[in-house]
């Protein structure tokens, strides 16, 4: 038995390759983990914890972590828990845009990844034509949508044109619509492409199955395709939502006014601000913490259905 | 967008006069505040020996009108008198984004036969910092007059030789001698600008010298969704304060900016107020009431959308001087490598033809002596309509400017700030 389990083990070992092999291919994906996500991630912690310079008020990260200090921390927590606490709104704001605007990515990432997936033919153009948006800056695209969108803009004319509005809307003055729609428009291309990728892999034969067995067009959909790209769909709400949390310059292009501010406006002041970069660190690390929590939860999720799968 | 010298500036280390940082939390009663005020001194202490100096005592004075400022100044950093400039130098300019005419600067290179690199900053935080790094070998810095005590206390600006700018006579008396920098050791004046109110004559119909309090223009429902204050927590804070009869626009009173704060807030609600830079919201009908700098809507002459007569937009600031007014500088970094060159810089930018020929493209007047608003207008600088954009030397006598803050009232009026552009 052992020499047989030796002579398994020495196979599936020739097989694979050397050993080092595997931990090495991994490599490029650790030092990229390390260096564009660990490092910062402790530059923010010695932020947080840290200093300013006394004369410029500077940020003066403090690397040692048992010299931190819990100061920033202190503040933060204040202006979002404390007697004074303005932050309260920004947040339960931000987690409604961000809800809204991941919803509305979905019902029309899914349609399109859907469609482009079951192609047999011209996937490529299709994709490609998915894939211009992010030929043009988005600053760029930004900014197109202010002149299209301001009082005499294009969008405004065609509105009153058609009669569907009376008068112009106002929709660069604080419009919550606005900003929604433009954090939908600037995310949507990401989302369809993380569906694509998981509806393009779906086995076209259980589908057929699916239908043999006497499912109809939308029952097969509700009972194997929409289940069997439930993964896909947290990974991508989750791929667009995390980096719509954090996002500060959809608002401040196409609204500036306080009532639409979002928790990376916030952010983004307190970095700015001299004196203020530990609030800014402490805010990057609580809006770190927050995602965490449906990233976590979807690695379980995924882990869970992987484990489900290969009892199947 | 942040084409303006005017940037959130930086705090200083001096105290507050009769209010200490304990004291203020104190007053607020906020007790986690205190807490982070704890620490913000602790910020400010640098955790060493220094601390006694730097919060007991102040490093450098506050400087104010009623308080002016002689900067210490180190012999041998001054250069000598009658050299020669540098040969085959490259002199580096320090600058904000678009704040000086290409033309002007080409010219000054052909005459004294260098060249000239402008490198550009987009706020006064992120040029300090670079310039703390003392990696830098730029040559000339527009700093605001509210970091000019940071930058000798930390010895980054070179005295200056009185003897290469003879030209200091074309400017307002003073700036021959400005409280913030006695003797003029370190700096000259560059623009002189007050910060009022801009709007659209086609839908305004108020004449802003009719109300009571003029600043109250903006809080008026009928400008829903059309109007806008500068992104600047100085700046809109002394709004909020100018809308309540209050003129200290340097207060420390936690009362007075709770105040202000508040009617930013109502602001917001009653206008849906936007906080932008922008510089074509009126030229391009987005609003119709902006808060402004006057040396940004001079420029809209050429900003105007194509058969649009410049003749709709107009610009408030009370006709007495009693508003916001305040002044840039230009001084030369010990860092540079060309002081001799520098000096002749700062002369070259001191001349009225070259004064006046960067203002014709740049909006933001000098302060040069010759200059009457008649002449502005007569010379076609300035548009008859925005006559009002010309800032008067008695400005700086009766006018209210926002300089240094301690660090505690400085929290203070940032924490103001940003409670009202979080959207509380």
């Known amino acids: 038995m052992l020499a047989a389990d030796a002579g398994l083990s020495r196979s599936k070992t020739s097989a694979r390759g050397p050993r080092w092999l595997w931990p090495s291919l991994a490599m490029p994906g650790a030092l990229w983990l390390a260096v ?24 003066e990260p403090v690397w040692n ?16 828990f404390g007697a004074h606490a303005y932050l309260g709104q920004t947040v339960l704001r931000t987690l409604a845009y961000v809800v809204i605007a991941s919803a509305i990515c979905l019902l029309i990432a899914y349609p399109v990844a859907y469609f482009v997936a079951r192609q047999s033919r011209h996937k490529g153009m299709y994709l490609v034509a998915l894939v211009a948006p992010f030929w043009v800056s988005y600053m760029m695209r930004m900014l197109a949508w202010q002149n299209l969108l301001q009082n005499g803009g294009l969008v405004n004319h065609i509105l009153t044109a058609t009669r569907l509005i009376t008068e112009p809307v106002s929709w660069l003055s604080g ?12 995310y949507v291309p990401y989302l369809i492409i993380v569906l694509y990728a998981g509806l393009d892999r779906i086995d076209q034969a259980l589908l057929e199955a699916a239908r043999d067995l006497g499912l109809g067009r939308i029952r097969t959909f ?3 395709t929409l289940p069997l790209s439930r993964q896909v769909i947290y990974a991508g709400a989750l791929i667009t939502a995390l980096p719509m949390a954090g996002d500060f310059y959809t608002n401040t292009m196409l609204s500036g006014v306080p009532t639409t501010t979002m928790i990376g406006n916030v952010i983004s002041n307190s970095l700015s601000t001299p004196g203020q970069s530990g609030d800014g660190a402490v805010l990057v690390l609580f809006l770190l913490l927050a995602l965490l929590a449906p990233m976590v939860w979807y690695v379980r999720s995924s882990s869970r259905a992987g484990t489900a799968g290969e009892l199947l | 967008m942040s084409r303006h010298p005017r940037d959130r500036s930086i705090p200083n280390l001096a105290a507050a ?6 004291d203020f939390f104190a007053r607020t009663g906020t007790a986690a505040l205190a807490v982070s005020a704890a620490g913000f001194l602790l910020d400010a202490c640098g955790g060493g020996g220094q601390s006694a100096s730097l919060t007991s005592g102040t490093p450098y004075p506050l400087a104010r009108p009623n308080a002016p400022v002689t900067w210490p100044v180190t012999r041998s950093d001054v250069i000598a008198s009658g050299l020669a400039p540098e040969k085959n130098a490259t002199l580096q300019l320090y600058n904000w984004e678009e704040y000086i005419y290409t033309k002007v600067v080409d010219a000054f290179a052909a005459r004294y036969d260098c060249k000239v690199e402008i490198t550009t900053f987009g706020t006064m935080d992120e040029a300090l910092a670079k310039i703390n790094t003392g990696q830098v070998s730029f040559d000339v810095f527009w700093p605001t007059v509210d970091v000019i005590g940071q930058l000798v206390t930390g010895k980054f600006l070179r005295p200056l030789n009185h003897s290469y700018l003879g030209n200091i006579d074309q400017v307002w008396p003073q700036f021959q001698n400005p409280f913030y920098d006695q003797g003029w050791r370190y700096t000259v004046p ?13 839908h305004v119909k108020v004449n802003p010298d009719q109300l009571a309090n003029g600043w109250s223009m903006l809080w008026n429902p009928a400008f829903k969704g059309n109007a806008m204050i500068l992104d600047d927590y100085r700046e809109g804070i002394s709004l909020g304060l100018l809308k309540n009869g209050i003129t200290d626009l340097n207060t420390t009173s936690a009362a007075q900016l709770s105040k202000a704060k508040n009617s930013l807030i109502e602001l917001t609600s009653m206008d849906k107020v936007q906080v932008s830079n922008s510089y074509t919201a009126i030229p391009d009908d987005q609003v119709w009431v902006q808060q402004s700098w006057s040396g940004a809507v001079i420029p809209v002459t050429s900003e105007m959308p194509k058969g649009q007569s410049v003749d709709v937009v107009g610009y408030w600031f009370p006709p007495d001087g009693r508003g916001p007014v305040n002044n840039d500088t230009i001084a030369i970094l010990s860092s540079g490598s060309n002081p001799v060159l520098a000096h002749l810089f700062l002369n070259y930018m001191l001349e009225y033809g070259n004064a006046m020929e960067n203002f014709a493209w740049l909006g933001y007047q000098p302060p040069q002596r010759q200059i009457t608003p008649a002449s502005l207008v007569k010379d076609g600088l300035i548009p008859p309509n925005l006559a009002s954009c010309t800032v008067l030397p008695s400005y700086f006598d009766v006018g209210y400017r926002e ?3 301690s660090p505690s009232a400085n929290l203070a009026w940032n924490n103001a700030w940003q409670a009202f552009t979080a959207g509380t």
């Open chain 1, 175 to 186: 419009n919550p619509v606005t900003v929604v729609l433009g954090l939908v428009y600037g």
């Open chain 2, 17 to 22: 006069p009769g209010l200490n940082r304990r």
């Open chain 1, 36 to 59: 564009l996500f660990l490092l910062p991630f402790y530059v923010a912690l010695a932020v947080a914890g840290g200093t300013v310079n006394p004369l410029f008020f500077s940020p």
């Open chain 1, 65 to 80: 972590p048992l010299s931190w200090r819990s100061v920033y921390l202190g503040q933060v927590w204040s202006d979002l």
């Open chain 2, 403 to 405: 300089l240094e803050l």
């Open chain 1, 222 to 224: 509700l009972h194997v």
């Open chain 2, 190 to 202: 560059y623009t002189v600008y007050t910060t009022g109110i801009a709007y659209r004559k086609d």
